[in-house]
C-alpha cells in the first residue's frame, strides 16, 4: 500500500511540474481575462514545421544550407513547444501583460525571458490576422496598435497561435469603453462640483435682504435735511405772522387813544 500511494504521489508531482499551473502566475487578484495557447499548440507547431521545411528547401537549392536546418528541425520542433507552453497572455484593469521563456537556439545554454506590458490607455485597437500559410493550419496573429504617431506595423507586439483571438479582442475594446466612460463621468462630476458652488453662491446672495449702498443713504439724509428747513422755514413764517398781527393790534390801539 505504501509503495502505491508513493507512486501516486510522484505522478502528481510530475503532472503538477510539466503542467502549465506549476508555473507561478503574478497578479491573479487582477486578472480580468486569460487567453490561452494550449487548444492550437500542435497547430502552431505545425504551421511552423512547415515555414521551417520551406525555408530550408529554398536555402537548399540556393547555397545548400538548408540541409542544415533541416537536420536542425527536432531541435526547432522542441524549441516551439516549449515556447508555446510557457506563453501567458492576460489583461489586467490598466495593462495587457504577455510573457514567455523561451530556450535560446541550443536549449542547453539556458533560455531567454521576455515580458511585455502595454498600458491600456495608449491601445488603439487589436488586430486579428491570418496570412495564407496561417489559415491552412488554423492559426492567428494579434497586433496591438498603439495610439499616436503611426507606426510600421512590425514594431507592434504581434503574438501567434492564440486559440480565441476574438474573445480576447473583445475583453480589451470592453475594457477600453469602461475606463473611458469612467474617465467622462469623473469629468462630468467634476464640471458639476465647479458650477454648483456658484449657483449657492447666487442663491445665498439673492435671498439675503439687500443692504442700501453709500449713495441711497446720502441721498435719503439730503431729504431729510430739506424736510427739517422747510419745517423750520414755515414756523419762521408763522412767527412772522403772529409778529404783524400783535403790530397791527398795537397800532390800531393807539390811533384810538388819540382820538
Given at each position: ?61 540556393a547555397w ?184 397791527g393790534q ?10
Amino acid at each position: 500500500m505504501g509503495s502505491r500511494d508513493e507512486v501516486v504521489e510522484i505522478d502528481s508531482l510530475e503532472k503538477g511540474l510539466l503542467s502549465d499551473n506549476g508555473i507561478e502566475r503574478e497578479d491573479d487578484d487582477d486578472v480580468l481575462y486569460t487567453a490561452s495557447f494550449q487548444e492550437k499548440e500542435d497547430n502552431f507547431v505545425q504551421y511552423q514545421t512547415a515555414q521551417w521545411v520551406l525555408y530550408s528547401l529554398l536555402l537548399i537549392l540556393a547555397w545548400g544550407i538548408g540541409l542544415f536546418m533541416l537536420l536542425y528541425l527536432p531541435v526547432r520542433r522542441y524549441i516551439l513547444r516549449k515556447d508555446v507552453r510557457s506563453r501567458k497572455l492576460f489583461l489586467t484593469p490598466n495593462a495587457i501583460v504577455y510573457k514567455v521563456t523561451r530556450p535560446v537556439p541550443f536549449p542547453c545554454f539556458g533560455v531567454l525571458k521576455k515580458e511585455k506590458h502595454v498600458l491600456l490607455p495608449s491601445v488603439q485597437d487589436i488586430v486579428i490576422e491570418q496570412g495564407y500559410l496561417q489559415s491552412l493550419f488554423g492559426v492567428y496573429s494579434l497586433r496591438i496598435e498603439n495610439v499616436g504617431v503611426r507606426r510600421p506595423p512590425r514594431d507592434d507586439v504581434q503574438i501567434q497561435g492564440v486559440a480565441n483571438p476574438s474573445d480576447f479582442r473583445k475583453a480589451v475594446l470592453t475594457r477600453l469603453s469602461n475606463m473611458r466612460n469612467e474617465v467622462f463621468s469623473r469629468e462630468a462630476s467634476a464640471i458639476e462640483d465647479v458650477q454648483n458652488p456658484k449657483r449657492s453662491l447666487s442663491s445665498i446672495t439673492s435671498m439675503s435682504p439687500s443692504k442700501p449702498s453709500r449713495h441711497d443713504l446720502s441721498h435719503s439724509g439730503d431729504q431729510v435735511v430739506l424736510q427739517k428747513l422747510e419745517e423750520v422755514g414755515s414756523s419762521v413764517k408763522r412767527v412772522q405772522a403772529l409778529i404783524e398781527e400783535q403790530c397791527g393790534q398795537t397800532s390800531d390801539s393807539l390811533v384810538e387813544e388819540t382820538r
